[in-house]
Every structure is written in structure tokens, then in C-alpha cells.
């Protein structure tokens, strides 16, 4: 068994390419499995470096040192692959999918309890030809997901400071556009403000849609909101952050199902796990256990409601 370290250097705008080497050097003192430290050259490196990595049918465990654009791309170089597992290990602030785990998302940080860690099965949202372990969104939250970065190297606004002039800007520029989205029996063209798919429970930095969501359930929760006002989104935002969509059924319908279909007037972004990506139709399927995830030894022991079924 291989261990693959995937180090994105630009991840959070820190390189912590040292600060993780010095680490999995310590603790493979004690450790005789083979292991490789690859810092990634740019976008979707790490994909195709999990893939050739993968191909020779050797047992391969994949870190990926970032956040959670990195661990995306890991994840797609591991998706479906029998002999390939993966986990966060996280190296910035933030992590929306460690997030998750509540008082266990720490663990994802302590290198000996994911090496010592054992391999789980979860579902994947396979998504116009891409993946996405987490959340899939469309609408106006994507918009502004895409445009943080224009604003959070602005000088006083600063990294957090971006998503609400990111927001601000978003939304007077206009909060809904039609979309025909279809859901099992659902099937409307309307406008509407954003459609957000859920295999994990937490995107953008905080916000929590879905309360019970399980990695590993075969379904996805859906939460589709109608076109409202800029009063009424920000009435109603702090509710749908919180898990409380389903206090508010005159503007946000929740499906659960396998499969989404979105056609947009228009090319748009989809967010999938933090990253953008333009489209102008949307294909959601979720594949069942179409993940090996490496679970840190200890998780679900400080975890109220965990979501994967240990």
C-alpha cells in the first residue's frame, strides 16, 4: 500500500508544503508503507496524478493537503477507482466538508488517526461529467461563490469580508433567473433564486441547508427556492443557513431524490464543492458508494448526529 500526499501550494493563499512535508516525515519514522509527497502545478493536477498513480492496481490512500477545492480534485481522480481512498487533510482555516463532522472534523487534522484510519464507502454526485462529494449549487449562491475572490484581496474587505461585498453585488445585479428544473415528479420552468443538491451539509463557508444528511444514504436532499425580493431573501437567508428551509414551504420546496435536471436560460455557474464550473444545463445523478473514504480512527464518538452510518 502506497500513501499519495497531494499538497496544493496555493491553497488559502499559504504554502504549507514544508509545514506538511516535516509532518508525514515524522510520522513515518515508525511507519515501513511506502509514501510520496507531490505538490500539484496547477488545476486538476492532482486528478490526473491520482489517476496514473491508480492505474497500476496497486492499494493507493490519497491526502489532500488543502481545502476543499483540493480535496475535489482528489476526489475525482478517486471516484470509482476499487483500489483508491481519500480523505481531507486539511491545511488552511477552513473546510466545509470537514465541517460536517462536528467536534470530530479535528481528527481529519491529526495525520496518525488518518493513517491509522479505516476505508468507508459514500456516495458521489456525478455532475456534467465531473464529481462532487458534498453540495452542488445553482443560482445566485454560486454566482457569489465565484465572484469572492475578486473581492477578498481588496485591501480592509479581507477574506470573509469578500462573501458579504460578493453578496451585495450579486444581488443587485438580480437574485433569480429562469431555470426548468426537474426532480422526480417536480417540474417547473420558472425563475428561480438557486437550486442546491445535498450529499454532505455544509458549503460556503457555513451554510448548513441540510441538518441530516448522510455521505453514505443513496439520496441527495434538494432545496429549491423561488424567485423572491431582496427583503425577502435576506428575511429568509438565516433560516435556510440553519437547516430551517422547511419553516418557509412558500418559498423553498425540499425533495429528496437521485436525480436533478436543471436546463438554464443562459450560461451560468454551478458550484460544486467550492468550485465553478459554466454550464447551461445541469446533470445530477448520485452514484452510490462510488467512494472510498478513509475514516480517521476515533471519528463518531463526538459527533451528535454523524453524517455517515458507522
Do not use: W
Amino acid at each position: 500500500m502506497k500513501h499519495l500526499f497531494i499538497v496544493n501550494p496555493k491553497a488559502g493563499g499559504i504554502d504549507a508544503t514544508e509545514e506538511v512535508r516535516a509532518r508525514v516525515q515524522s510520522a513515518f519514522r515508525t511507519r515501513e508503507e511506502p509514501y510520496e509527497i507531490y505538490v500539484t502545478r496547477g488545476p486538476r493536477d492532482a486528478t490526473r496524478k491520482i489517476r496514473l498513480d491508480a492505474s497500476n492496481g496497486e492499494e493507493l490512500r490519497v491526502y489532500a493537503c488543502g481545502g476543499d477545492g483540493t480535496f475535489n480534485e482528489c476526489v475525482c481522480g478517486a471516484a470509482l477507482e476499487e483500489n483508491v481512498s481519500v480523505c481531507p487533510f486539511p491545511t488552511g482555516t477552513g473546510n466545509d466538508f470537514c465541517r460536517m463532522f462536528g467536534t470530530d472534523a479535528d481528527l481529519f487534522r491529526d495525520l496518525n488517526a488518518l493513517l491509522d484510519g479505516t476505508v468507508h464507502e459514500i456516495d458521489l454526485i456525478a455532475c456534467n461529467g465531473t464529481y462532487s462529494v458534498n453540495i452542488c449549487s445553482v443560482g445566485i449562491d454560486a454566482r457569489i461563490g465565484t465572484d469572492v475572490h475578486k473581492y477578498s484581496g481588496l485591501p480592509v474587505v479581507g477574506g470573509k469580508g469578500g462573501y458579504i461585498v460578493s453578496a451585495v453585488v450579486n444581488a443587485f445585479k438580480g437574485i433569480a433567473t429562469t431555470m426548468h428544473v426537474r426532480c422526480g415528479r417536480y417540474d417547473l420552468e420558472a425563475k428561480h433564486s438557486l437550486v442546491c443538491a445535498c450529499n454532505g451539509r455544509f458549503y460556503g463557508g457555513g451554510f448548513n441547508p441540510s441538518l441530516d444528511a448522510k455521505l453514505d444514504d443513496g439520496i441527495m436532499d434538494i432545496f429549491i427556492v423561488k424567485k423572491v425580493s431582496l427583503l425577502t431573501l435576506a428575511r429568509c437567508i438565516g433560516k435556510y443557513a440553519k437547516g430551517r428551509a422547511d419553516e418557509l414551504p412558500q418559498y423553498i420546496t425540499h425533495l429528496r431524490g437521485t436525480d436533478l435536471y436543471i436546463e438554464l436560460d443562459g450560461e451560468d455557474v454551478i458550484n460544486l464543492d467550492g468550485e465553478a464550473v459554466p454550464a447551461m444545463s445541469v446533470n445530477m445523478h448520485l452514484i452510490p458508494k462510488a467512494l472510498r473514504l478513509i475514516v480517521p480512527k476515533g471519528l463518531g464518538h463526538g459527533t451528535e448526529i454523524c453524517p455517515l452510518s458507522l
